[in-house]
């Protein structure tokens, strides 16, 4: 008796592993085939049939986590990267002007007076495109040293001579500080605000001053909206100025931003319709000295 309640126990545990064992094996199969029909593996969790059991209802929960989590990068990735070929088509279509301009220039007689202003923006376009392209490697890039604020404001200046003459814009600086910084990243910033002026409000008069850790660009032009004011810093935004005129990848002042940011400085827009647009650019670290 006690021999044969042994083997009917044994043979109710084969059959019961038996039975598991072929049920096991049909989920993994489902689920292999959930793989090889997925697109993209990372959605795997978001087509799983709900669990029974406890155990996998926790493993199936970390699973969701994890999917989310990938699915998410996944989208900010697929974003960047259409924000990115959207710049670089805009980008393309702005770099025409001054190509077209300079062989229209070549083509009669080229003077050069006309040929430099042409030339200057072609390069502003370039070193643009190549600044926001680094954007994500921003640390790595990034030079700090001490400087003076009034060599570096001078240098922006004199870089866009060309654009400033012929757009009959006048520009006067004031003031000055010393502080540790990046200076390429900060006199491409000033020469960003500095072809603002020139293209959305040739002939007027543009202030650059610095005193106290903070530098100020004041112009005395167009303006802007009031309710496009928070927005101009956006990635892609042109505005009413920019739509009006053409011509504008609304990329500027959103590479400004993100320097500064990455700069640990501040950046405010300040302006008023028909009247002014001011810049406002603030070191933190030399004002909390």
Known sequence: MILLFALLYLLIIAAWLLVS???????????????RDLPEKYLLAEVLPP????????????????SRSAIGSVEAARRDKEDYCDYV?????????????????????GDVRKLKPELRRADNLTESILYYARLRTAQKDTQIK?????????????????LMIASKMRVETEGGFEVY???????????????????????????????????TVE????????????????RGFTGTNGRRLGGSTGMGLYIV????????MDMKVESQLG?????????????KM
């Open 51 to 66: 669990p029974s059991d406890v155990v996998e209802q926790r493993y199936f929960r970390v699973l969701k986590e994890v």
């Open 146 to 162: 001490r400087f003076q604020v009034s060599e570096v404001m001078e240098e922006a200046v004199k870089s866009q001579m060309e």
């Open 89 to 109: 088509e805009r980008w393309i279509h702005e770099m025409k002007t001054p190509l077209t301009a300079c062989g229209l220039i070549l083509a009669n007689g």
């Open 181 to 215: 910084s990046d200076s390429k990243a900060l006199c491409f910033m000033l020469k960003q605000l500095l072809i603002n002026a020139a293209k959305y409000c040739p002939g007027c008069l543009v202030r650059l001053s610095a005193r106290g850790g903070v530098i």
């Open 21 to 35: 064992f072929f049920r096991e094996r049909r989920k993994t199969d489902r689920l292999e085939k959930l793989i």
């Open 219 to 234: 112009d005395n032009g167009i303006g802007i909206p009031s309710h496009e004011i928070s927005r101009v810093t956006q």
């Open 257 to 264: 931003k993100e320097l500064c940011q990455r700069l640990d």
């Open 275 to 287: 009247a002014y647009t001011k810049v406002i650019l603030t070191f933190q670290n030399l004002t």
